[in-house]
């Protein structure tokens, strides 16, 4: 009897998690783009799949497979500069949304990899930076 009880019991929280997770994945792609990150300071684990949302003057990247509730890396437009563009890798590849282009950012030590649709709304998000301010890199 408590066997069926312990087993009910470790079943009802599978089906807890399992229900959780898929909330937070279906409310991360509402509005959301597909994303892969990267961190190149050294201390990185690799690439990382995630969906970005913008807000205003930050673009938060939401890692999927994560229980924290806030966004897991922040970058303000305003100390962001994109220092190269570049093709990924074969051995790279697999870890981003296919048919990604990676940027190096400066400012944050990171590499984001995304496809070309969502390339081109970051581009232009970052081309509507407040009057004052001079990006001849995004284009």
Known sequence: MLLVAVMALVVLTALA???L???RVRALRVGGIDVALR???GKGRGWQLGVAHYRGEEFAWYRILSLRSGPNCVINRRTV???QRREPSVAEAYAMPSGSTVLDLSGPDLELAMNSDALTGFLSWLESAPPGRSVPWAS
Do not use: E, N, P
């Open 81 to 83: 500069d994109i220092a």
């Open 21 to 23: 997770a898929w909330r």
């Open 39 to 41: 961190a190149t300071d």
């Open 17 to 19: 998690v399992g229900l």
